[in-house]
């Protein structure tokens, strides 16, 4: 049975870092991914990573965040650097049971979130 569970985030001062983790029994073969819903947005991907390790990320992060899996701790990392205040959202892990990673409306395994707020 999949289950992901997010820890690590919480408040920073612009320009700062946070690691968000997801514990995801059940995944390593398979695609993850980072979403983030600001107040009054959709729901948009960050980055995802896929079942050959390779990784994608929106452009306004590029840079700035870093996705990386450890099958063997069976986590999902989000590595955020430079933070600035239009990334305060909630963050969200996610998977699919796929090798490389569909659309974001084919993940099917959802974490309950994290708080990510970054004050300038």
């Known amino acids: 049975q999949v289950r992901l569970v997010e820890s690590g985030g919480g408040s920073v001062q612009a320009g700062g870092s946070l690691r968000l983790s997801c514990a995801a029994s059940?995944?390593?073969?398979?695609?993850m991914g980072w979403f983030r819903q600001a107040p009054g947005k959709e729901r948009e991907a960050v980055a995802h990573v896929n079942a050959f390790r390779e990784t994608s990320s929106i452009p306004s992060v590029k840079g700035r965040f870093t996705i990386s899996k450890n099958n063997a701790k069976d986590t999902l990392y989000l590595e955020m650097t430079n933070l600035q205040p239009n990334d305060t959202a909630i963050y969200y892990c996610?998977?699919?049971?796929?090798?490389?990673?569909?659309?974001?409306?084919?993940?099917?395994?959802w974490g309950q979130g994290t708080q990510v707020t970054v004050f300038s």
């Open positions: 996610a998977g699919a049971r796929s090798f490389n990673c569909p659309t974001p409306r084919e993940f099917t395994y």
């Open positions: 059940g995944m390593e073969d398979y695609c």
